[in-house]
């Protein structure tokens, strides 16, 4: 048996593993180092920052230091879990118990340690816990090996705390001024956590005006709250010390954080402005509504009620005004891509869309833009066409006698949606109109012309079309072009459609949902739509194209055993020995040829009759129904 080897490293083995901009770059560095200390439950860091090559750079706290064994199992180790090891809260000495009540973690896997090669190729970590201090060196040696050396052990007269320093550091390529600014947007949220820099202590005056604002909520019978909001102005890894700090009295009441501010949808820790923004309330005036441990407000206490209630509202709209130009043009985007459907809209359902949308926005805005102009698509889908169905498939069961049910119907919508209605009506009539119009030019161009206006009508077939769930099949329409021969040209023009030499083909499914989780399993109904080219008339083997297609979709998979389909085949003429209904697979598949002439007329009989029952609808008639049906604004997109 050959001897064993081992894996060496290469050059950049650590940097790789730890991350460039913790290992190379001073501002990352620093603020890992400072996020350390603020781990091991300090209350004070102090920093001797080099100026110049060969000057000392050191890091002190005087957080909860480590033992030999600590060091050995928690510094030493890479890819150390400290969320398995001693849980994702810092441990606090118990001489700072009285200033810190609880103080979550930054670290996981303890890549940050390995900061302190930013300034220097050797550095010495000095530790003390117990009054007892060890001292190491750490080095990377010649196979690029992360390496320690123990260099003394002796009593302390520091009971708890870590020093990190290196004697002759690298100056780092970062004014003192730009270091002071990057730890005062992060580390002033907590009062007793304070940072100095050689020997001077870190303010909210090192934090330049553009990052810094103060606004100022009064809330009446409680008292004013300044609130300092700090724009880093770059996205942190994390939100840790991001979202809403109170303090009171020079004491942070619990933690940090966006939960509980009702703005946790606004800032998800997915978004830019959840790792940017830090929002410190001075909340003086709530000293008696603090828990005896501080750990938060007492939430019954009626002041931290009604103050919380103000200031969250100010915080919420302050972030949702650092997003409006960007909601603004997503929006602008969204109205563009569905004007068409937009255009079909009254004044009073295009308002409720641009409402609900905006909120949408506002209250969800982790949706991104793609999801969201789906939803606005389907908002106005709804106030364009559910609507309308709904009210046209009840008025077309009614009877012209019976107005006592007519208006009992009517009464369920207001006189708006009734307008839309009758807009719908004549919006029809002239779909019908324009229909008739193509079929009778034998130089129609059915894929511009014919089925995008049958795309919009299936209510031609009849009042059991009346829904918009039926939608364009594309991957059934895909199959149809692959296998009978798609104009390619045409089809990328309408890739809903099947574009053949004498017809084209439209597949319009009705989904069907599983009973117990009402997941979507399959197509429940579909209905092929074949238009011969005006001038074709339908014969044997016209009507037969239309089981060729359906039988490649039970084929490929697409149609299953309880999907039901329906094939409506229109010409100009059909040939009257074929002119009945053809049952396929025991009746599951239904094939229809009809003239268009005859689709046409039927559809337009359906409608006269409909108009007529609506117009004798007493509370209509005080209505300037006339003036609004006159409104030919929507025909346009025609």
Not at 57 to 64: K, L, Q
Not at 475 to 485: P, R, S
Request: proline share 3%; hydrophobic share 35%.
């Amino acid at each position: 048996m050959s001897q064993k080897h081992h894996a060496t490293f290469a050059d950049r083995f650590l940097e790789s593993f730890v991350g460039s901009a913790i290992f190379c770059e001073p501002k990352v560095a620093i603020i890992e180092l400072i996020a350390n200390a603020w781990d091991a439950g300090s209350t004070e860091v102090n920093i001797t920052w080099p100026e110049s090559d060969g000057d000392r750079f050191e890091i002190s706290d005087n957080g909860h230091g480590m033992t030999e064994g600590e060091f050995e199992s928690r510094f030493m180790v890479l890819a150390y879990d400290r969320i398995k090891d001693i849980g994702g809260m810092a441990l606090i000495p118990p001489s700072h118990r009285d200033k810190i009540a609880s103080r979550p973690a930054f670290g996981k896997n303890g890549k940050g340690r390995m900061a302190s090669f930013a300034f220097g190729n050797v550095f010495t970590v000095s530790t003390s816990k117990n009054n007892l201090q060890n001292t190491y060196d750490i080095s990377i040696d010649g196979n690029n090996r992360l390496t320690y050396q123990k260099i003394e052990t002796k009593d302390s007269t520091i009971s708890h705390g870590t020093t990190i320093f290196i004697k002759h550091s690298i100056r780092p390529q970062i004014s003192i001024d730009d270091i002071k600014k990057e730890i005062g947007m992060r580390f002033l949220v907590d009062p007793n956590f304070k940072v100095k820099l050689n020997n001077t202590e870190i303010t909210f005056e090192d934090v330049p005006k553009d990052h810094i604002e103060e606004i100022r909520v009064i809330v009446k019978d409680v008292g004013e709250f300044p609130i300092k909001i700090i724009d880093i102005q770059a996205t942190d890894k994390t939100t840790q010390l991001h979202g809403i700090a109170w303090q009171v009295k020079n004491r942070l009441v619990g933690e940090c954080t966006w939960k509980g501010s009702g703005s946790e949808h606004l800032v998800d820790g997915r978004k830019s402005i959840a790792k940017r923004y830090i929002f410190i309330v001075n909340a003086d005036c709530l000293e008696n509504s603090v828990l005896a441990d501080w750990t938060s407000f007492r939430i019954y206490d009626e002041a931290y009620k009604k103050a919380s209630m103000e200031i969250y509202k100010e915080i919420k709209n302050h972030v949702l005004n650092l997003s409006k130009s960007q909601r603004d043009e997503t929006f602008k985007d969204i109205e563009n891509n569905i004007k068409p459907t937009l255009r079909k809209m009254g004044i009073v359902g295009r308002e409720k869309w641009e409402k609900f949308v905006k909120e949408v926005q506002e209250e969800c805005p982790s949706i991104g833009s793609d999801e969201l102009e789906k939803i606005a698509a389907l908002l106005a889908k709804l106030e364009t066409s559910e609507s309308k169905y709904g009210l046209i498939h009840a008025l077309a069961a009614a009877s012209v006698e019976d107005l006592n049910d007519l208006n009992k119907i009517l009464e369920k919508w207001d006189i708006d949606l009734a307008k839309v209605v009758l807009d719908e009506i004549e919006w029809r009539t002239k779909l019908l109109e324009k229909l008739q119009e193509k079929v009778l030019n034998e130089t129609t161009d059915e894929v511009q012309e014919l089925q995008p206006l049958f795309h919009r009508g299936l209510w031609i077939f009849g009042p059991e079309y009346e829904t918009i769930e039926y939608t364009s099949n594309k991957g059934m329409t895909q199959v149809i072009q692959k296998i009978f021969g798609a104009d390619i040209k045409g089809s990328t023009i309408r890739p809903d459609f099947v574009v053949l030499p004498n017809s084209t083909v439209g597949l319009y499914s009705l989904p069907k949902y599983d009973n117990e989780d009402f997941g979507e399993i399959g197509v429940d109904r579909l209905v092929v739509v074949e238009l011969k080219r005006p001038g074709v008339s339908i014969g044997r083997d016209e009507k037969g194209q239309s089981w060729k297609y359906v039988k490649e979709l039970f084929s490929h998979g697409l149609l299953k055993d309880y999907s039901k389909v329906v094939c409506f085949v229109l010409g100009s003429n059909l040939d009257p020995l074929e002119a009945g209904r053809t049952n396929e697979m025991d009746g599951r598949v239904t094939i229809i040829p009809m003239e268009y002439d005859m689709v046409i007329r039927r559809a337009q009989s359906r409608l006269f009759n409909l108009s007529s029952k609506i117009k004798q609808a007493p509370f209509l008639k005080e209505s300037r129904m006339k003036v609004y049906l006159n409104d030919k604004a929507q025909l346009s997109m025609f």
